[in-house]
Nanobody, 129 residues
């Protein structure tokens, strides 16, 4: 059974870069046909799709974040990383890494929910003013 674990800082200052890593066990990030995804949930709000890197290394980003966002992977360490530049307090959220398959990924972009996919436990990130 695949397991995902987020790691990174819990507190970041405004204008800095947020960098989070998701380490995967029980499956390779190059296994087809999966999409290794970042999702976030701000306090009191719903889930928001951030972006993904596919098993082939292709990326796709939420248009609202695309100018500040980069998702990459390290296949030797079986992990993938999110970098979000120029953060503001509006980026404060719980950040989650998730594995979806090809049948789920399009739905995730507009209506992510915890009812499908394999989820990490999440990491709370606060951006200070």
């Amino acid at each position: 059974q695949v397991q995902l674990q987020e790691s990174g800082p819990g507190l970041v200052k405004s204008s800095e870069t947020l960098s989070l890593t998701c380490t995967v066990s029980g499956g390779a990030i190059t296994d087809n046909p999966y999409y290794w995804t970042w999702i976030r949930q701000p306090p009191g709000k719903g889930l928001e799709w951030i972006g993904y890197i596919s098993s082939s290394g292709r990326t796709d980003y939420n248009p609202s974040l695309k100018s500040r966002l980069s998702i990459s992977r390290d296949t030797a360490w079986n992990r993938f990383t999110l970098q979000l530049n120029s953060v503001t307090p509006e980026d404060t959220a719980e950040y989650l890494c998730v594995r979806f398959d090809w049948a789920q990924i399009e739905r995730v972009k507009t209506a992510p929910n915890r009812g499908f996919g394999s989820w990490g436990q999440g990491i709370q990130v606060t951006v200070s003013p």
